[in-house]
């Protein structure tokens, strides 16, 4: 069973991608809107679930924090350049390696290391220069009693896996 929703057009495979965000003025939101570099775990892009459930939870967990409401934009990426650090072996270790340099270039040169900073790091010396569009990636969702959400009947064991694409580049996006 696949995870991803994929689709193929001449020949380009394409995900299909779930990007939530607050409601707009005008009601509808026409493109995603780019995260911001303090909350961007993944470097600075335009983030998109693979699983529309998890967007319609980040809905009331983060953006009515902000808004009254929320909207799911939909749209199909093209996987073509994607690091697939989730579902491919060879893509993940090499994923795991660039962070890993960057976090020891930082070590070498006596400064702290932090998210921000290798995001930037990777951005501007790595990801461009592998052609690298957009990374796919994962994190484990927990059981949230305050919300009721069970993502796990046998914890520790989380198995649903959020999974998350950051797009760097509107040109990847149809």
């Given at each position: 069973m696949d995870l991803i929703h994929r689709s193929i057009t001449n020949d380009v495979t394409y995900i299909t991608g779930y990007h939530t965000q607050e409601n707009r003025v005008a009601g509808y939101l026409a493109e995603p809107v780019k995260g911001k570099p303090d909350d961007a775990w993944l470097g600075v892009g335009y983030y998109f679930?693979?699983?529309?459930?998890?967007?319609?939870?980040?809905?009331?967990?983060?953006?009515?924090?902000?808004?009254d409401s929320y909207e799911i934009y939909k749209a199909r990426i093209d996987s073509t350049n994607l690091l697939n650090a989730s579902f491919d072996e060879k893509?993940?270790?090499?994923?795991?390696?660039?962070?890993?340099?960057?976090?020891e270039y930082f070590k070498s040169k006596g400064h702290s290391v932090s998210l921000l900073k290798v995001n930037r790091f990777l951005s501007d010396h790595y990801w461009p220069q592998k052609g690298i569009t957009g990374i796919?990636?994962?994190d484990l969702p927990?059981?949230?009693?305050?919300?009721g959400r069970i993502h796990s009947e046998i914890e520790p064991f989380y198995y649903n896996r959020r999974i998350q694409i950051v797009v760097f580049d509107l040109k990847t996006i149809v």
């Open positions: 679930w693979v699983d529309e459930t998890f967007a319609h939870f980040w809905g009331p967990d983060h953006i009515k924090k902000k808004a893509e993940y270790f090499f994923f795991k390696s660039c962070i890993e340099k960057a976090i796919i990636f994962d927990h059981n949230n009693p305050k919300t």
